[in-house]
């Protein structure tokens, strides 16, 4: 195994989700710390911190290597399921889309 392979395990029981999921990894919260500072920072200050909407870039790229991994390795191994990785996305990012929706509605209300 050489330092550019990707580990991979599921932190379900197996005979509930069948997807094996990426290791956490450090280096990769840290792009993305780096990628949302740079998209706040050019908010915040705009004439200091320019070009901060790369930092949106840079979160696609991680975003898709993280999805394009668990998509390849599950395929692989005729293990992917459309409906459990759809499932699995709404349940983490509909919780704060419903927050964002009814925050929204409420302050512009």
């Keep these: 195994m050489n330092k550019h392979t990707v580990k991979f395990e599921s932190s379900f029981p197996a005979k509930h989700h069948h ?3 990426p290791k956490y990894r450090a280096d990769i919260d840290g792009l993305r710390a780096i990628a949302v500072l740079s998209v706040v920072g050019f908010h915040a200050f705009p004439n200091w911190v320019k070009g901060g909407f790369v930092g949106v870039d840079i979160f696609f790229v991680i975003s898709g290597f993280l999805i394009s991994s668990i ?3 599950n395929l692989e191994k005729n293990n992917f ?3 459990e990785f759809y499932a699995r996305r709404i349940k983490r990012i509909f919780p704060a889309l419903l927050l964002v929706l009814i925050s929204s509605f ?3 209300w």
């Design 106 to 108: 409420a302050v512009g």
């Design 81 to 83: 399921s459309y409906a």
């Design 71 to 73: 998509i390849f390795e």
């Design 19 to 21: 997807l094996m999921y």
